[in-house]
């Protein structure tokens, strides 16, 4: 059974917006179809079919970084309204700035970082190839970063308060 609802959304109607864990990445996201990148423990897309492949929407504040980050899968970033820069590579890196209405594809395996240095917010749309929940590589220093500031990854995958994993894993 065919049902034009469960199968579209208008971008004003996309919910379950989640900061990711650190502050310091001002970094807002919201799966749009299927899983995505999103370690949120309860994510929860618009359109839950991903039919080979995920998107999120994802913004990200003046001055903010996704950090730097790997995936196993293929991926494209869709610009949306402000230019942001690509960064590739992990400790010696090559960046690409991307205009607006841009459309970037990443293969699988790519270190890489998408930076905000303009004064006005960026969003953009990520679609990454494949249906389950995708695992995110962060780079040491982001790990590092989230443990100090409180955040690690939960047994099932997902982003926690570091104290609650350590008791729940005594």
């Known amino acids: 059974f065919f049902s034009s609802r469960r199968r579209h959304t208008r971008f004003r109607n996309v919910t379950g917006v989640q900061t990711c864990a650190l502050p310091i990445y001002r970094v807002s996201t919201a799966p749009i179809i299927g899983f995505g990148i999103n370690e949120h423990r309860r994510p929860g897309s618009a359109i839950t079919t991903p ?3 995920s998107a999120q929407w994802l913004r990200l504040e003046p001055g903010a970084s996704l950090g730097v980050h790997r995936i196993d899968r293929q991926a494209a970033v869709l610009a949306m309204g402000s230019r942001f820069t690509l960064q590739f590579g992990h400790g010696e890196t090559a960046e690409r700035a991307v205009e607006p209405g841009s ?21 953009v749309v990520l679609a ?6 995708v695992e995110v590589q962060w780079s040491p220093e982001v790990v590092e970063a989230s443990l100090e500031a409180g955040y690690t990854r939960d047994p099932g995958g997902s982003i926690a308060p570091l104290d609650l994993v ?3 894993l005594g």
């Not at 459309?103 to 969003?123: K, M, Q």
């Not at 990454?128 to 929940?133: H, I, L, Q, S």
């Open 103 to 123: 459309v970037v594809s990443l293969p699988a395996g790519l270190w890489r970082d998408l930076v905000n240095s303009g004064s006005e917010p960026v969003e």
């Open 51 to 53: 039919h080979g492949f």
């Open 128 to 133: 990454v190839c494949g249906e389950g929940r």
């Open 166 to 168: 350590r008791r729940r």
